[in-house]
């Protein structure tokens, strides 16, 4: 099976996005709880670590386009993140948090996009659809985040805050190992040439930005929703404590077995239609989860949530690619920066629609917000159905 050869690096993609996933969200509960500072902390700290992977993927993109080897980009990535590690295992004290902590993890995060870029490239060279494989490589990424932040907080809890960056450190050896063995030193994500993509670039590709735009108003969506219901379960439904946990649990879940069935709808029904029919179904859900009022209810949404986030998290990604014109490497880090950003905004909005009103407000707006993607994608469905049938 072609897709065999490939399993080392699924394995590295799975490793590096493991360890991102057990910083990723324990880094807000550190600063407050481990360390006891005020919350506005979390936001200086995540927009310092994002604005920092936001210009390393650009300029990562540009030499990954350019023909560079990309193994020492993802070496950069590790080097960052185990430096981080070390230095918050010996250190767990704000300054470092904010100097070698926003430096290694904003450096770090740059990993799966270069990942993603070389992964679409590898699959290609071994005759392996594009989007068959972006979807292997979302349910590896999935994965690992089903595992990652359970491990950070159990390890937390059992053995104290500052535990987790040494746990973090030994994987960072782990991905060290995989790094080394999975990937030759020389190996590049160049894309093959291909006919009138030399026009394409020197241009406004409106293709591509109309993709990122329908990308971030569906990922802010995802975003507000992401941040509100673990409070609207709790605090205005009066769901127990561990009901946001079972949620997080079904969504994933589930979430992994929509990723496998994007290769079939692409097939079926073209990337187009597939994905408006996941944008509308993201419209019903959200506000299906608006209206929780009971557990049996919050397991059925969830259940809904994940299906709708695996169809687009799979599907999406194909989408901004297949706008690339001859530069892959660029249109996928244009989607995990806009990805990123929206996680960022998605925090201090729903701080301040709940402050205003509640969450669930915030969850009626997040579906508000996925029409508005919606209408982008059917505003440039004339040009997203010419680039559909060639991605499919």
């Known amino acids: 099976m072609k897709l065999t050869a490939l399993l080392p690096f699924l394995l590295l993609l799975f490793v590096g996005t493991a360890c991102s996933s057990m910083i990723v969200p324990f880094m807000g ?29 650009r300029l990562f993109a540009r030499r ?26 010996v250190s767990p004290a704000l300054w470092t948090v ?24 590898l699959a290609e060279r071994r005759e392996i659809e594009r989007s068959s494989f972006n979807a292997w490589m979302r349910a590896t990424t999935s994965t690992a985040w089903m595992v990652g932040p359970a491990l950070s907080f159990f390890v937390a809890d059992r053995f104290g805050e500052a535990s987790v960056f040494k746990l973090c450190a030994v994987l960072a050896l782990v991905w060290l190992v995989l790094w080394r063995v999975a990937l030759p030193r020389d190996i590049t994500a160049e894309a093959p040439p291909r006919a009138g993509a030399d026009g394409e670039t020197e241009r406004f590709n409106t293709g591509l930005w109309l993709s990122v735009a329908f990308v971030f108003c569906l990922s802010t969506a995802h975003s507000l929703t992401f941040a509100a219901l673990p409070l609207f379960y709790v605090r205005e439904v ?81 989408f901004v690619q297949s706008f690339a014109a001859g530069r892959p490497a660029r249109a996928t880090a244009i989607y995990w920066n806009a990805m990123m950003v929206t996680g960022i905004l998605a925090g201090p909005a729903v701080g301040v629609i709940a402050q205003l009103r509640d969450f669930a407000t915030v969850i009626q707006v997040a579906s508000a ?20 049938a060639t991605a499919a």
């Open 64 to 89: 990954i386009d350019a023909g560079s080897p990309v193994s020492p980009l993802i070496g950069m990535a590790l080097g960052g993140y185990l430096a981080a590690t070390l230095a918050l295992s």
């Open 238 to 318: 009066g769901l127990p404590g561990y009901a946001p946990g079972t949620a997080f649990s079904i969504k994933t879940f589930v979430e992994v077995f929509a990723i496998f069935s994007t290769p079939f709808l692409i097939a079926r029904f073209g990337l187009w239609r597939s994905l408006m029919a996941t944008t509308l179904l993201a419209v019903v859900t959200i506000q299906v989860l608006a209206a929780v009022s009971s557990f049996p209810q919050m397991l059925a949404g969830a259940a809904l949530e994940g299906l709708y986030y695996g169809l687009y998290a799979s599907l999406g990604i194909s």
């Open 369 to 388: 917000v996925a029409a508005c993607a919606a209408l982008i994608l059917f505003l440039g469905g004339w040009q997203t159905r010419r680039r559909s």
């Open 29 to 57: 509960f550190f600063l407050v709880e481990g360390l006891g500072r005020d919350p506005w902390t979390i936001s200086v700290y995540s927009a310092l670590a994002v604005c920092l992977t936001v210009t390393v993927n």
């Open 98 to 121: 904010m100097t070698i902590g926003v430096l290694g993890f904003g450096f770090s995060s740059s990993a799966i996009s270069t990942m993603f870029s070389l992964g679409g490239v």
